[in-house]
């Protein structure tokens, strides 16, 4: 025990306890402190007396104690969900529940992992509701509580991560210690803002390194048990914090046009808010009031350090949401001097421009400089964020966040396991087409001609595809279920597969549309078509084409690396409980809008090629014949002609329609948040390779010389295998 101001304790108390998690001092000085962990109690030392006696029997230990103005003594059991009640002049030492149902959850009875708790003089009941991120207030005798502050609350417009704290003082405002995110909020009806370590999480005077609990003295001082930093932090009541006779006022005006950039003031919705972005400076980390005037609805939100317009979420420390309709915000924060200090303004509706108008006021002059953002980048795989780009969805993107780590996969869910028997049939099915198709096209007679190469080389990368195809998703998958798998062998893989099955996807989709390209060139050339030149340009075309798709796509391994997330203990932050890792993308905008246009290369490219090949073959022959066979006019030629060639036109259709799903969802505006609709995603992404498994259907089937090739084969092959 210390004396106010004092350096050492004047009174030590010796107590038998084991991994105390709570204590609460009465008005008359006697002390209650949890001894739940190994006594299984909450015990009282009295004061003057100094003896101990029991006052309360639990079978887990207490996180929060607090005694009412009726000497009711409440227990926050952070292990069994709830919050129980003792009325201390009961002679019998006789629980019940004062929230909470014993089982964790989110519904308004239910609590997840509860800490600190608080009883006003009404009796009602203040929760610290940590693993669901919220207040849960319980109004006397009641057992549905009702979320104020945090996830699920009417007002929702701060996020708490994992509150452990929570006092009310006479002029009804919460104190809440924001646990993991190093902060103490202060919240009444729509006035929500956080007054201290309201910056990152550190070890200065006015930071905060995972706080606990929060306690105030008669002056209105506050106390912070600030855990990883090993101390206790006091903030001292300045009475003439209110004082306006010395406030100074800086003004900031600038006019929002449609020059500026937008992004998203939600995160994935539409980017089509106008922002700009000022750097605010002050010479002493103070609190100040900003507020605004404009000619049209503007809001202000504040960040630290740095704003990402890719994920606005990140840095937030403050925000008025309430400004619609007003023109203006208001808001009151801790400006600091060591660190940037960033506003951004933009607007309540969307494509809006106007003037506008930023007023500070505190102590001291502020100076502002507009800032020009630089940094447009798209995190793929961050931990905190699982909205993507579409244009970065990969098999890692989809199955993140349905694979279940450290488990078999018969207790994986129904996604995963119907994704073990597409693949495997899949790869079952590429391995039969590649067969066959090598078998066919092996034919030296077919070969005479480039057509026959192309088909040959179609079938070797066919059957690579396939199998990286089910090598990415096997490596997915292990990496996932098993967390134990060595760094190295993540990162390699991460790094080279998806390029490398990238690389034989699009080659294999570059030789079908030479295919149909050559025999567009057949038909043209006619009896002139030479089939020398034809075999040389083709084995040249499949040595260079390679090296081509290569160089648009070589910056990706560049972009790709391993992002480790670690998951700490909520009570013991220097304790690692679990460590994931992903494959992650990032790149920048420009790297965005060339990935774009790589896309639309290799996959309309391709189609492109085979239609107008397809096209070019039925009306140049029927424009031929009808020119050589008079007695058919040019119309009846054509549909002879689309009887004959159909198939030439349903391959490329075919071919196109099985791209489309990827396509689509590859040039989704916005993000994308994959774990909303993981079996749409993962269906697209799987239709997206099944070209790869139709060349023998596509090119063999339809073709009666093609199909008199395979058996030919086939009957070779038997020959040989009896012999």
Known sequence: MWINNSINPNKIISANFFDSASIFVANNGDIYYDNGERNGRVDKWILNTNTFVNVMNIDAPCYGLFIDTNDTLYCSMYSQHQVIKRWLNDSEMISITAAGSGTQGSAANELWNPLGIFVDINFDLYV??????????????????????????????????????????????????????????RSRSNDIRCIIGCGREGPQSYQLSNPITLSFDSYGNIFITDALNNRIQKFDFILNSCDNSSIVQSIYSSVLTEKHSTYSRTGCDLSKYYYEVI??????????????????????????????????????????????????????????????NILVVTTCSPNVTGKFSIIVSGINNVTFERLIENHDECVIGGSCNVQIKGIGITLDDILRYEIKRNMTLKNQPLLVKMSVVLANVMFLMGLINGILSLLTFQNANLRKVGCGIYLLASSITSLLTIFMFTIKFWFVLLIQMNSSINISIRRGGCISIEPLLKLFLYFDTWLNACVAIERAIHVYQGIHFNKEKSKRLARWIIFILPFCITATIIHEPLHRDIFEHQVKDDLDKTKIIERNSWCAIQYSRAVQDYNTAILFVHLIGPFIANLFSALFIIFGTAR???????????????????????????????LLILSIPRLIISLLSGCVKVSDKPWLYLCAYFISFTPAILVFIVFVIPSELYRKTLKQSLSTWQRRTRH
């Not at 991120?133 to 009641?142: A, K, T, Y």
């Open 128 to 185: 610290a509701d940590c693993f669901n991120d919220r207040i849960q207030l319980f109004e006397f005798g009641e057992l549905n509580g009702t979320t104020i502050v945090g996830q699920g609350s009417s007002n929702n417009i701060i996020s708490l991560l994992c509150p452990s704290g929570i006092v009310l003082d006479a002029d009804k405002y919460l104190f809440i210690v924001d646990r993991n995110n190093h902060r103490i909020i």
């Open 279 to 340: 750097q605010v400076s002050v010479h002493e980390s103070r609190s100040y009031s900003l507020s605004s005037n404009s000619s049209v609805d503007i809001y202000g939100y504040m960040y630290t350090e740095s704003f990402y317009p890719s994920d606005p979420f990140t840095n937030l420390i403050m925000q008025d949401d309430n400004s619609c309709g007003k023109h203006q915000f208001n808001m009151r924060t801790l400006l600091w001097s060591t660190t940037a």
């Open 624 to 654: 031929q014949r009808s020119l050589a066979q008079t007695s058919q006019n040019y119309i009846a030629h054509i549909r002879a002609q689309l009887g004959e060639h159909k198939q030439l036109v349903i391959s490329p259709a075919i």
